[in-house]
Structure formats: C-alpha cells, structure tokens
Nanobody, 119 residues
Framework: QVQLVESGGGLVQTGGSLRLSCAAS????????MGWYRQAPGKQRELVAR???????YYADSVKGRFTISRDNAKNAVYLQMNSLKPEDTAAYFC?????????????WGQGTQVTVSS
C-alpha cells in the first residue's frame, strides 16, 4: 500500500514563506512525476508545480519566481518552497505522484495540507 504524507502547511502573513514536504512510502518500485496541486474554496484543483523523474520542472504562471519545487529521490520526497506568499495563495495543497509499485502504475494523492495567507 502506497501512501503520500504531507506536512508544512500553516498560517503566514503576506510576504512570508512556508515549505511543504511530502514523502511517499510503501511498496514503491519507481516514482515518475511528483507535484503539488492546490484547491481554494469554490474553485477547481489546479496544478501548482511539478518535477519529472529526470528533473524537468513546471510552474503555474501565478507562482513563477516565488515557488520552488524540488525532490529527493533517495527519500521518495518532494518539497515546495513558497516565498513572497500572497492571500490568493490560500488553499489546501495536495501532493501528487505517479508511482509504479510491483504490479502497476497509479496516481496517488496526499491528504492535503492547509496554507492560509493573511493580508
């Protein structure tokens, strides 16, 4: 059974920083892309940032220059450093990973961690 466990959310003032962490555990053979999505109340879940297994990066336009995604393959972990936070960054953030276990390739989600940016 594969699980993604997130940590690092919280309440921060405008202009502040937070670092989200996500670690995958369980019967993992390999991990392809890992990323972070977010969902604000009343809005659709959107992709924030993603890193492929070979380090190719993607950022949503709204976070370019402020957020940095990284991964540690030895720890099966992905991180999101968020700087210069704005109230519009307030959302539940979800870790996402494409993982091959011993039988198949599946998409996994973390339970979500709340990020609240006060003005």
């Amino acid at each position: 059974q594969v699980q993604l466990v997130e940590s690092g959310g919280g309440l921060v003032q405008t202009g502040g920083s937070l670092r989200l962490s996500c670690a995958a555990s369980g019967s993992i053979f390999s991990i392809d892309a890992m990323g972070w999505y977010r969902q604000a109340p009343g809005k659709q879940r959107e992709l924030v940032a993603r890193v492929s297994s070979v380090g190719r990066l993607y950022y949503a336009d709204s976070v370019k220059g402020r957020f940095t995604i990284s991964r540690d393959n030895a720890k099966n972990a992905v991180y999101l450093q968020m700087n210069s936070l704005k109230p519009e960054d307030t959302a539940a953030y979800f870790c996402n990973a494409i993982i091959t276990d011993w039988a198949s390739v599946k998409e996994y989600w973390g339970q979500g961690t709340q990020v609240t940016v006060s003005s």
